[in-house]
């Protein structure tokens, strides 16, 4: 049985830093492309960053680049996002996703986990 956790979150100040990690069991973690993605309140769930199987490959969105680092520790089967210079606007559900093939932003990853909050307030 697949299962993909996330855990970091919380409350944080504007200007402040969170890392985000995510533990995937019950697959093979470097088989899996993994994906950060958010949903704000009243908002659709959008991709905020991807890796690679093998971490060759990594994609931000726009508005995050520069601010957020993803990372995957293929031996600890674990995926991180560290977040530094939070806004206001980054305040969401950060889910993270699993799939074997490379997506992208593509919502279509297989797995999902339960999701973590991030609050960013100003």
């Known amino acids: 049985q697949v299962q993909v956790v996330e855990s970091g979150g919380g409350l944080v100040q504007a200007g402040g830093s969170l890392r985000l990690a995510c533990t995937a069991s019950g697959l093979s973690f470097d088989d899996y492309a993994m994906g950060w993605f958010r949903q704000a309140p009243g908002k659709e769930r959008e991709g905020v960053s991807c890796i690679s199987r093998n971490g060759a490959r990594i994609d931000y969105k726009a508005s995050v680049k520069g601010r957020f680092t993803i990372t995957r520790d293929n031996a600890k089967r674990t995926l991180y996002l560290q977040m530094n210079s939070l806004k206001p606007e980054d305040t969401a559900m950060y889910y993270c996703?699993?799939?074997?093939?490379?997506?992208?932003?593509?919502?279509?990853?297989?797995?999902w986990g339960q999701g973590t909050q991030v609050t960013v307030s100003s």
């Open positions: 996703a699993a799939d074997r093939e490379y997506l992208g932003f593509d919502t279509g990853y297989k797995y």
